[in-house]
């Protein structure tokens, strides 16, 4: 089976720069994807990692270290919008072929004035 | 281009009774997967269907069941519904079964009483 752990809870200033943590325990691993949740809304995808390095998408980074099992989520030039639930999920392999994400309990990022 | 679709956007059912959810994924796509979502944690995969088989499952009982039509959406089933199954019910949509990036409708809020 497939286990994460990331923060339950972040605070950061508006404008500031945030890192949400991300571990990840795997038998198997395609790469590690991060969603963004509003309260009462959709889960919406920001990025995807396979390989180990950064990936950058206007004010959010993405990085993967697969030999460490870790990633994080960068979200630069905070704005009072980015308050919001943040996902962390793991593409695995199973028996089937198919592969459906498992996701960890989400980091609630709290932004203030 | 519509989005990921789900209907109803709410349902209360009474203990014991059986439910049907509908979701119609994003123009294109093939690949529908469902998901739980219990108030305060993140998404849990039920299962994922492709070309209207079940590919992969997770851990949830035999209560749940789905199906996917020829026009690609699709529909979960829940029978005998227990208290402990009240959530949110997300379906996310997919180009490919292996896709990075998964397009999650806004659910169905499921109230069990």
């Known amino acids: 089976g497939q286990s994460l752990e990331q923060p339950s809870e972040v605070t950061a200033v508006e404008g500031a720069i945030v890192q949400i943590n991300c571990t990840y325990q795997t038998s198997g691993f395609y790469g590690l994807s991060w969603y963004q949740q509003h309260d009462g809304g959709a889960p919406t995808f920001l990025s995807y990692n396979a390989l180990d390095g950064l990936e950058e998408t206007g004010r959010f980074s993405s990085f993967l270290s697969r030999s460490d099992s870790y990633g994080y989520l960068l979200l630069q030039e905070l704005q009072m919008k980015d308050s919001a639930s943040y996902f962390c999920?793991?593409?695995?392999?199973?028996?089937?072929?198919?592969?459906?994400?498992?996701f960890g309990k989400g980091t609630h990022l709290i932004i203030q004035p | 281009d519509a989005g990921v679709t789900q209907s109803p956007t709410h349902l209360i059912k009474t203990r014991g009774q059986q439910v049907t959810l509908r979701c119609s994924p994003k123009s294109g796509h093939d690949t529908v997967s469902w998901y739980q979502q219990a108030l305060g944690q993140g998404p849990q995969f039920i299962f994922q269907y492709y070309e209207e088989e079940e590919r992969q499952r997770g851990n949830f009982p035999d209560r749940f069941s789905g199906h996917q039509f020829p026009n690609y959406s699709s529909e979960l089933n829940v029978n005998a519904l227990l208290l402990g199954d009240s959530a949110l019910y997300l379906c996310?949509?997919?180009?490919?079964?292996?896709?990075?990036?998964?397009?999650f409708g806004q659910g169905t809020r499921l109230t069990v009483v």
């Open positions: 996310a949509s997919s180009l490919e079964r292996v896709s990075a990036e998964a397009f």
């Open positions: 999920a793991v593409r695995a392999p199973s028996g089937g072929g198919a592969d459906g994400l498992t």
